[in-house]
């Protein structure tokens, strides 16, 4: 009868020789090198595009700021390539404080409406005594 826990044994030792040659050869090391050096790409361009647009959004903001400041400073006088955009952030200024008033009367008739709730509760509470 044969031994077959040696075969088998020998047959696994025999597989991991030839895992570890392998391993061992330029090919699958190369392999390695190409695979990480590529990952170590994509972490590096996913990270300065991140950097970038952080970047862009903070030049975003200082040319929003620069835009600000030259509007408030030449408010009352325009200059002639600024007018039609000068009126427009009038325009939209004198819409912002239409609406900026009706929210203050919403704001206000829900106080008085929970006033007037609390109101009506409490003598709601004086006749039950």
Do not use: W
Request: charged content about 35%; overall charge negative.
């Amino acid at each position: 009868m044969a031994n077959y826990t040696s075969m088998i044994k020998g047959t696994i030792r025999a597989i991991g020789n030839k895992a570890k040659s392998i391993a061992e050869t330029d090919a699958v090391r190369d392999a390695y090198d190409r695979s990480t050096t590529t990952a170590r790409c994509y972490a590096n361009i996913a990270k300065l595009n991140v950097l970038i647009n952080g970047e862009l959004e903070d030049q975003q903001k200082v040319f929003n700021e620069i835009g600000r400041l030259y509007y408030e400073l030449n408010r009352g006088n325009s200059p002639e390539h600024f007018e039609e955009l000068f009126s427009k952030v009038s325009e939209m200024d004198e819409k912002i404080e239409v609406m900026r008033e009706e929210l203050a009367a919403a704001k206000a008739a829900i106080e008085a409406s929970r006033s007037g709730a609390l109101e009506y509760k409490s003598e709601d509470n004086d006749n039950d005594e």
